[in-house]
T-cell receptor
């Protein structure tokens, strides 16, 4: 069966510091990978998605970036965090089948920028 | 633009009773998928049920079922025999793109009371 991991689970960082969040998937090959952000009391906003190694699409321009160095690894980064980067970050995976995918989510990372 | 609207920010139901959560969406696509996700206090997003637009039969998963009205662009979730563990935020989501990008509603907070 497939599992998805995210770490760290919780992170408190000062403004201007760098960020690295990691997501890994087990039990499947060549998954589509996604990064979402959920601000307090709101729905999910898609940040990045990747259909393969080194292939990253950005949905929202911001000071965040994503990379996919390995087939089942997806990293969310920032060189300098802003207060507005605080939120709950969710990674998701899917496998393309037919016309659409079903996405499965990881446990998430709670980021607080002070 | 594709949008998803959940008009009920909060709902409550007594244990063992039935509750229906509403969702409407807007799209010009003819083939798409709709999902309901549950986010308990742990904040992990859990897939509850999915519906394929080309299927007329409403999807069912144990105590969860949907009422899909394609012409009205309505996709409601019915929870039967509500349990305390059903307490969570419920998000309706739409997928009509080739990349599988999900568009989420803002969620409905459901409280199941003993």
């Amino acid at each position: 069966s497939q599992t998805i991991h995210q770490w760290p689970a919780t992170l408190v960082q000062p403004v201007g510091s760098p960020l690295s969040l990691e997501c890994t998937v087990e039990g499947t090959s060549n998954p589509n990978l996604y990064w979402y952000r959920q601000a307090a009391g709101r729905g999910l906003q898609l940040l990045f998605y990747s259909v393969g190694i080194g292939q990253i699409s950005s949905e929202v321009p911001q000071n965040l970036s994503a990379s996919r160095p390995q087939d089942r690894q997806f990293i969310l980064s920032s060189k300098k965090l802003l207060l507005s980067d605080s939120g709950f970050y969710l990674c998701a995976w899917s496998v393309s089948s037919g016309s659409t995918d079903t996405q499965y989510f990881g446990p998430g990372t709670r980021l607080t920028v002070l | 633009a594709q949008t998803v609207t959940q008009s009920q920010p909060e709902m409550s139901v007594q244990e063992a009773e039935t509750v229906t959560l509403s969702c409407t969406y807007d799209t010009s696509e003819s083939n798409y998928y709709l999902f309901w996700y549950k986010q308990p206090p742990s904040r992990q997003m859990i897939l509850v049920i999915r519906q394929e637009a080309y299927k007329q039969q409403n999807a069912t998963e144990n105590r969860f079922s949907v009422n899909f009205q394609k012409a009205a662009k309505s996709f409601s979730l019915k929870i039967s025999d509500s349990q305390l563990g059903d307490t969570a935020m419920y998000f309706c989501a739409f997928n009509g793109g080739s990349q599988g990008n999900l568009i989420f509603g803002k969620g409905t907070k459901l409280s199941v009371k003993p």
